[in-house]
Every structure is written in C-alpha cells, then in structure tokens.
C-alpha cells in the first residue's frame, strides 16, 4: 500500500470517528426524556377511532411499518404485546383506557435503548374527532437521544400513527406539532 492510500484510509478513519465523538457529546449533553405531542383532525366518531386505536392485534392492516404482533402475558390484568416491524421488536403493555376519549401505552423497556408512553386522548368535535397523540419519551443511549432528536425528530413516529390512522378511516389528515 503507497503512502498516499495511508494517509487518506488515516484521515477518513481520523474523520468517523471525529463525527462518532460529536455524536455522543452532543447527545450526551441532551436530557435522557422529552415530550412531544401532535395532532389530527378525523371525520370519523371518537367511538370508532378508539375502537381502532385500541385493537392493537390489527395494526398490521393499517399500520405499514408493524408486520405483525405477538401475544405477551397480561401485566397485572393489562394486555401486553410485542409490535414487530422492520426496526425490531417493540414490546408494550395498554395501561389505561378509558373509552372513548383515552387510552395510554406503555413501552416494556427493560434491555431497549429507549421507553416512555403514549397518551392518546380523543376529543369529539362537530364534525368528528381530534386525536392528540402525547409522547412522554426516555432515550437511554446517548447515540439514540442525537439520533432521536435531529435525524428522526420526536414527533415522526406519533406522526406516522396519526397519518396511518387517517388512512385506515380513507381520510388524508395533517398532522400538527402540539409540542
């Protein structure tokens, strides 16, 4: 190998891992929880968008990124599940509902590089529902947090429900950060 092919295989090496180290200072200095919030405008009942939110054995029909969901045991008299999709196994547990205007999951972090809650409250409106999705976050990795907050942003994944949502009811909704 000639000198000049060190050198540059050298300072690309110097570079990644300059951008590593960045990374995790930044995300380091982020705090481990956050909240964030969005919502959506539905023409369909509020008895019909919890019925649905709460049916997590269909999010795969209308939810694209879960390919499919397993069972778990009940926690203390609360369903539980695993949601598989193309980042991996996502277990939760539903630890409130009352319908139909709330229901809250929970992620069963433990060994998971994140946790946190969904509360999704539902409120009638004249013309059929508004669906506010709040995200009470926790990202243990410093890594994550960078990755969380500037390369996927907090609010995608509620986002992405919401959108889903509105598909499964033949709506186009636009989703609006809250906080």
Known sequence: ??????????????????????????????????????????????????????????????????????????????????????????????????????????ILSEGMPFGGRWIVEIEPTAAGATVTITEEGEVYSPVFRFVSRYLMGHHATASLFLSDLGARFDETVTVDVVR
């Open 1 to 106: 190998m000639n000198r000049t092919l060190k050198r540059i295989i050298i300072g690309m090496l110097v570079v990644i891992a300059g951008l590593v180290g960045v990374v995790y200072g930044v995300g380091i200095s982020l705090p481990e929880e956050h909240v964030a919030a969005v919502r959506a405008e539905f023409s369909a009942s509020p008895e019909e968008i919890f019925a649905t939110v709460a049916d997590y054995r269909a999010y795969p029909e209308w939810r694209p990124s879960v390919e499919g969901i397993e069972e778990l045991p009940a926690r203390d008299g609360k369903p539980a599940w695993v949601e598989l999709g193309a980042t991996g196994p996502l277990p939760m547990e539903l630890t409130e509902s009352e319908p139909p205007t709330r229901l809250v999951t929970t």
